[in-house]
């Protein structure tokens, strides 16, 4: 549903004030990911930019690992045909963007955040302040397992308590990682950990009874030294 009121400001500007309530609202469907949302956003707008607020809770999210993000964007070329005389033409490079839109959106998810493929299969919640322009994105927050099964090679590993994804805030959106996933045998328990920044992660591989890190990966794959 959505409210609100328009004016046209001189020369050329914009005042604006819009809110928008939503239920259960579809606000992404990609290949990779898709999300619904209830909550309300408003929209403000003068001479000096615009803001964008509110709060929103995530229904149900999915991110699929195997898709590529790149199939979710098509590249359109277009060419212009049999145009009207007297028409203003675009220019070529659009001006620097001196009008900034300022954001300040909290999203909260119980639960149904789920992320699955490449062998996991994993449900997770969280809270994320999403801060800001449109231009230069600042997340911060942290979202948390609730629950998850890693298959690696045929063998079941469960994720543990305590594996978090956060966000640090500020304009670097690269988070940091730390997972646990075990394996349990009767003669076994191995344990993965993934720790550090989604972008450059470190893997160590631990046990119990102790043992060197490729007899632990000889013992999940073959059962034995």
Do not use: C, H
Request: proline share 4%; no cysteine.
């Amino acid at each position: 549903v959505l409210s609100g009121w328009v004016r046209p400001l001189a020369p050329g500007g914009m005042q604006a004030d819009i809110t928008a309530r939503f239920t259960k609202a579809r606000i992404l469907k990609l290949r990779s990911m898709t999300a619904r949302a209830t909550g309300q956003i408003q929209y403000t707008q003068d001479k000096d930019g615009a803001l964008l607020k509110g709060e929103a809770a995530v229904d149900e999210a999915e991110y699929t690992l195997n898709a590529k993000a790149t199939d979710d964007f098509v590249k359109l070329y277009v060419v212009e045909l049999n145009r009207p005389p007297g028409l203003i033409s675009l220019p070529e490079k659009p001006s620097e963007r001196t009008f900034k839109t300022r954001l300040r959106i909290d999203v909260t998810a119980g639960n149904r955040i789920f992320v699955r493929g490449r062998g996991l299969d994993s449900e997770w919640s969280g809270k994320v302040r999403v801060r800001g322009t449109t231009d230069q994105l600042a997340l911060q927050g942290r979202i948390e397992l609730v629950k998850g099964e890693f298959d690696f090679a045929g063998r079941r590993f469960v994720l543990q308590d305590g594996s978090r994804i956060e966000l640090l805030g500020g304009t670097d959106l690269d988070p940091v990682i730390t997972a646990r996933a075990v394996y349990s045998v009767t003669s076994l328990t191995a344990e993965i950990a993934l720790t550090g920044r989604a972008s450059n992660p470190q893997i160590k591989l631990s046990s119990n009874p102790e043992m060197p890190q490729d007899e632990i990966i000889s013992r999940v794959l073959f059962g034995q030294d």
